[in-house]
């Protein structure tokens, strides 16, 4: 069993700052890519950001600049800091990991049940 688990949702004012966490856990043999996409009310789960277990990074033209994933693979984790966030940015925030499992040759990409972001004043 592998579980991703997300924490660090909240309620931010405009210009604020928020730092999300994901922690994998189970029986992982080893993690491949590793990533944070979003869901906003009425819209379709976007990508927002991946990382490669090698550091290699990607983004959403609409947080460049102000969003930075990292990942610590000794711990499993992946982190999304999010600065200077836009009311645009309110969504769940879900993260999700390309696994592989002790004891299988392949890998699954799972996911985390997501944590809420909402910026308002």
């Known amino acids: 069993q592998v579980q991703l688990v997300e924490s660090g949702g909240d309620l931010v004012q405009p210009g604020g700052s928020l730092r999300l966490s994901c922690a994998a856990s189970?029986?992982?043999?080893?993690?491949?890519?590793m990533g944070w996409h979003r869901q906003a009310p009425g819209k379709e789960r976007e990508l927002v950001a991946v990382?490669?277990?090698?550091?290699?990074?990607n983004y959403a033209d609409s947080v460049k600049g102000r969003f930075t994933i990292s990942r610590d693979n000794a711990k499993n984790t992946v982190y999304l800091q999010m600065n200077s966030l836009k009311a645009e940015d309110t969504a769940v925030y879900y993260c999700?990991?390309?696994?592989?499992?002790?004891?299988?040759?392949?890998?699954?990409?799972?996911w985390g049940r997501g944590t809420q972001v909402t910026v308002s004043s």
């Open positions: 990382i490669s277990s090698g550091g290699s990074s």
């Open positions: 999700n990991a390309d696994i592989r499992r002790v004891g299988s040759n392949r890998f699954f990409t799972h």
């Open positions: 189970g029986s992982i043999s080893s993690i491949n890519a």
